[in-house]
């Protein structure tokens, strides 16, 4: 089992900047890539950057340019910094684990972002 925590997240102004991190624990030589996903209401889930511990990202369109995830192997930390957001990043935001560049083989408990106007 792993054991995901999230800190960081809370209300942005639009074009504000924001930092997320996770730390992993428990299993924690099982994983192999860690990353964000975020769901907005009324939306699925979605993918937004994940990186494997050889540092290899993957972005979602919607965020290339603008986030930049990275991770700290040593200590199972990944980090996710957000800057020019938008209204429409809204979303709970959760971390997560897993063997491939998908994650999704463990979660954290979410962390709410809001963008206002």
């Known amino acids: 089992q792993v054991h995901l925590v999230e800190s960081g997240g809370g209300l942005v102004q639009s074009g504000g900047s924001l930092g997320l991190t996770c730390a992993a624990s428990?299993?924690?030589?099982?994983?192999?890539?860690m990353g964000w996903y975020r769901q907005a209401p009324g939306k699925q889930r979605e993918l937004v950057a994940s990186?494997?511990?050889?540092?290899?990202?993957k972005y979602a369109d919607f965020v290339k340019g603008r986030f930049t995830i990275s991770m700290d192997s040593a200590k199972n930390t990944v980090y996710l910094q957000m800057n020019n957001l938008e209204p429409d990043d809204t979303a709970v935001y959760y971390c997560?684990?897993?063997?491939?560049?998908?994650?999704?083989?463990?979660w954290g408990q979410g962390t709410h972002i809001t963008v206002s106007t």
């Open positions: 997560s684990v897993g063997r491939t560049m998908y994650l999704r083989d463990y």
């Open positions: 428990g299993r924690a030589y099982s994983i192999y890539f």
């Open positions: 990186i494997s511990s050889g540092n290899m990202t």
